[in-house]
């Protein structure tokens, strides 16, 4: 099975090489993120990971009416959480995603170079500053938060940039300017991959002082986030860079736990409440059934907080 998905992003990463190619003998401009080319990575993206997630591309927008634009890959719990066409008079329908709903945010770019680099991470952390309600360390399923540990959380964005391949400057100094820049960066701020195809990809490390200092991959969710984290590279001569990155989005999607309780509040009409009560209260109420107030009297061997 290990082989098989291993050779199957291969395959994908030559089917990605191939249609960059020809994208490049049809374009002016070289190191822009082609729209056929976003279309192709994030289709191919969507056939790699498990069919409860949903692949496309729109708006980010978070409950304070902020928006990080247009994003290229944005990978969306449709199960949980709606996504809202957004007509406009001259341009197609966006869709604006709220960013409760979202696991992985991704920007494309034909080439990477200096500017592409820049301009991608750029947009990344503006979708990692969004705001987006913490979801607590032990969280189990989307609607239930039964253990409230602070000591960690379950929904940190995972933000990931890929290109096609290397422009004129050279990618271990690109390597050098992924990591000063993340360096100025709150930890869940921090762009968390780098995918090049035909070159290598980059991501996070830390020692688990717990484990013998075994080198074990940043999840930035519970015991990472109380140590320093380190970049790791792996140079495409040793794994394919879309599987590198393929292992590192399915390991975050296996762990991550979102939350859509207060959906509907949080997004719903701003202002005062239009909702009006009677002036005289006690005329106007349906009092609760004998038989729940016969139950409430009843002693409970649930222990409830106050």
């Known amino acids: 099975m290990s082989a098989a998905f291993s050779r199957r992003c291969t395959l994908g990463e030559e089917n990605l090489k191939r249609q960059l190619a020809h994208e490049r003998d049809m374009a002016v401009d070289n190191f822009d993120s082609g729209v056929p080319f976003e279309g192709a990575v994030r289709e191919e993206i969507g056939r790699l990971i ?154 996070w490390i830390f020692f688990d002082s717990l484990r013998n200092n075994e080198i074990r991959p940043a999840l930035f969710m519970r015991d990472d986030l109380f140590h320093s984290i380190h970049p790791g590279f792996a140079p495409c001569e040793k794994r394919p860079p879309l599987f590198s990155l393929m292992q590192a989005l399915q390991l975050h999607l296996f762990h991550s736990v979102l939350a859509p309780e207060d959906l509907a509040t949080a997004y719903g009409t701003r202002g005062p409440h239009r909702i009006v009560v009677p002036a005289q209260k006690k005329r106007f109420a349906l009092p609760p059934d004998e038989e729940w107030l016969k139950r409430l009297r009843q002693p409970c061997k649930a222990r409830h907080e106050e």
């Open 50 to 203: 498990p069919q409860r997630y949903t692949t496309t591309s729109g708006v980010l927008v978070d409950r304070n009416g902020f928006s990080s634009g247009q994003c290229d890959i944005v990978i969306f719990n449709g199960l949980w959480f709606s996504a809202v066409n957004a007509p406009t008079q001259l341009l197609p329908a966006r869709l604006l995603i709220p960013i409760e709903g979202v696991y992985a945010v991704g920007e494309v770019k034909q080439r990477l170079s200096r500017k592409t680099l820049d301009d991608g991470m750029e947009k990344l952390v503006m979708c990692q500053r969004l705001h987006r309600p913490p979801t607590f360390a032990n969280r189990l399923v989307e609607n239930r938060e039964s253990d409230p540990c602070p000591h960690g959380l379950t929904n940190p964005l995972f933000t990931f940039l890929i290109a096609g391949g290397i422009g004129p400057s050279d990618f271990q100094s690109l390597i050098r300017r992924f990591y000063e820049t993340n360096k100025k960066l709150k930890r869940l701020e921090v762009v968390r991959f780098l995918c090049v195809l035909g070159a290598g990809a980059v991501s």
